[in-house]
């Protein structure tokens, strides 16, 4: 060995101790900043499959090599909640089995690109039910709740809307006075149409204007938008100027009468109207926007967060409706948060009932830390549903309050779950469809978006 050699060996030597000194001080520092625990692994990923209040709650749980130290992430697609399940137990759950629990934004990128065809609603759904259980293990390793995490509370709790709907006028009428005495200041409002099945409240049997083509559940657009603003023509006289009024078209018009209908909607003043265009005409919302002051909330469909951004960009809505596991969890949906920020654009996460409780605690979450959060669409948690999810963000006034246990502050009794497995309480066609959805059709048997 000659000497140059000797040089290079002694210098990879010394080079070495260096690199271990300052590798033992970043060590120190992680452990200081883990509380002393090592970095956690994953060990196990599961899915809970359970439907207490009657509608496919798939919650996906992480599970990692610490003792006691696992969380728990929504991955609510109710409508084709079976084929979740497989896309966490056979693509995610090898992928992730061993790999650091403590690497957030590192994981969901890697599901995202794992699959290289991606943005799909199964696949989103099963990346956030893991996305969020890792921010629950984050939680409670800090023995913080997530908002915490994440910066902390812009606001003590969030501002609710809740659904008063009605087969007749004056039903709808008395449900959104029911929730204003129960302290709501904003009620979204949905009234059945004679015959037809509207969305969001029934015709209750009541007899239809005209026949259909076809015996099955009928809707015709016209006679839905003279209804509904009759409907907010007796809110604003019923219940005065101050309550805030919302209403969801579903995107069942066509993009002309959305244009016209936006338009009648002015003088009533809603704080939003939800849904007026479908995703395939997203492009009419130039036209939408430039003969209507009336604000317009849009988006509980999309997949990918980079859907919003040129709606967001072009300040052509004023509210983000989005379904945040359908948009990949809460991490993907915070970052779309601050970009909706910068242009103005509120914040009106999803929350039905086809949401889980876990959801509905992210949700919470990005209201409390969020500046630009505008309202949160609120379900009751039932008796069961609590049952099975301990912990629910708590309701107040028609203020949503956040848990403050660690992580999501919500704990998952297994045992109960399994007594609500998926097709609990379904009947009919929603039990022969496995939870999914059946079919709508105009008079003449066309096919409409519901
Ligand atoms: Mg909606």
Redesign the pocket.
């Known amino acids: 060995m000659n000497r140059r050699k000797v040089m290079q060996l002694v210098a990879a030597a010394a080079g070495g101790n260096w690199m271990t000194k300052r590798e033992a001080a970043a060590a120190q520092q992680v452990a200081r900043a883990t509380r002393g625990l090592p970095s956690p692994k994953i060990k196990d990923v599961q899915v809970i499959q359970t439907a207490p209040g009657g509608l496919r709650l798939p919650v996906v749980k992480v599970l990692t090599d610490q003792d006691g130290l696992y969380g728990y992430g929504c991955a609510c697609f109710t409508q084709r909640a079976d084929l979740v399940v497989p896309a966490v137990e056979k693509y995610l759950r090898p992928f992730l089995i061993g790999k650091p629990a403590d690497r957030i934004d590192d994981m969901w990128q890697a599901m995202y690109n794992s699959s290289y065809w991606r943005n799909g609603p199964v696949l989103n759904n099963a990346i956030s039910g893991v996305d969020e259980a890792l921010w629950d293990i984050k939680g409670r390793q800090a023995n913080m709740p997530v908002y915490q995490l994440v910066g902390g509370k812009v606001r003590e709790a969030a501002d609710c809307y809740g659904h008063a709907s009605g087969s007749e006028i004056a039903q709808v009428v008395e449900s959104a006075k029911s929730y204003m005495a129960r302290g709501f200041r904003h009620v979204r409002v949905q009234v059945g149409i004679p015959g037809m099945e509207g969305y969001g409240a029934r015709g209750a049997g009541a007899t239809a204007p005209m026949k259909s083509l076809h015996g099955g559940p009928m809707y015709e657009p016209a006679y839905y938008i003279r209804r509904v603003l009759k409907l907010f023509e007796a809110c604003r006289k019923e219940l005065g100027d101050e309550v805030e009024l919302l209403h969801?078209t579903?995107e069942r018009i066509h993009p002309t009468q959305a244009l016209q209908f936006t338009k009648d909607c002015e003088q009533f003043k809603l704080y939003f109207l939800?849904?007026v265009l479908s995703p395939e005409d997203i492009a009419w919302f130039r036209q939408v926007r430039a003969h209507s002051t009336t604000p317009l909330a849009m988006g509980?469909l999309f997949n990918s967060p980079h859907e919003w951004n040129p709606l967001i960009a072009e300040r052509l809505i004023d509210y983000i409706?989005v379904h945040v596991s359908q948009a990949g969890g809460f991490t993907p949906c915070r970052k779309l948060a601050a970009m909706a920020e910068h242009f103005s654009v509120r914040t009106a996460w999803?929350g039905p009932g086809d949401v889980s409780p876990i959801g509905h605690a992210a949700n919470v979450t990005l209201d409390l830390v969020c500046y630009n959060f505008g309202v949160q669409e609120y379900s009751a948690f039932n008796e069961r549903v609590q049952e099975v999810f301990q912990g629910c963000p708590v309701m107040k006034d028609g203020f949503l309050y956040a848990n403050e246990a660690p992580g999501w502050g919500i704990e998952v009794n297994e045992k109960a779950a399994a007594k609500y497995p998926f097709g609990y309480g379904e009947q009919g066609g929603k039990k022969s469809l496995n939870g999914g959805w059946g079919e709508v059709r105009k008079r003449d048997g066309q096919i409409i978006k519901q």
């Open positions: 969801d579903h939800e849904d509980e409706r999803h």
